[in-house]
């Protein structure tokens, strides 16, 4: 079996195998909206994604940028769009399938860097203007 599922509050996430369950279906519940996170499920309950929105394209990808250098020392790469000011963020682990907790690193990783570069407030999912590049 190559990855399992947990019942948390009202999300059922999809594990990588090997993982803790119970402490990163913790950490996954903090950073969710249902608990005290900006981040949601995906469709595929197998990652956790948001949508980041800066004032400025360059924000943007200066936001990007440090991410980018994160993940490179944590060998984990993020799927994600960017369409003038605003960046939607995915992680999920591809092997094994599933959320990690190297997706749970990054996804804190995000919040702290969309703080130090400005983030503005008010990025829906709905509103990310990532049209038809949303993945
Ligand atoms: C060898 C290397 O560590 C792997 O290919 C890493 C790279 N980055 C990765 N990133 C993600 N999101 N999932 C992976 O399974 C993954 N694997």
Redesign the pocket.
Known sequence: MSSSSQRQSTVRFQF?AGEDEEQLGRDAASLTTGGQGRWRVTDDNRGLERTFRFKTFKATWEFMNTVAAE?KV??????WTNVFNKTHVR???????GL?S??IIMARFCDEAGTRHGELADATDDECGCGDFKP
């Open positions: 990588s993940c944590q060998k984990h790469h993020p799927e992680w999920t682990t591809h092997k094994p399938i990690s190297k997706d």
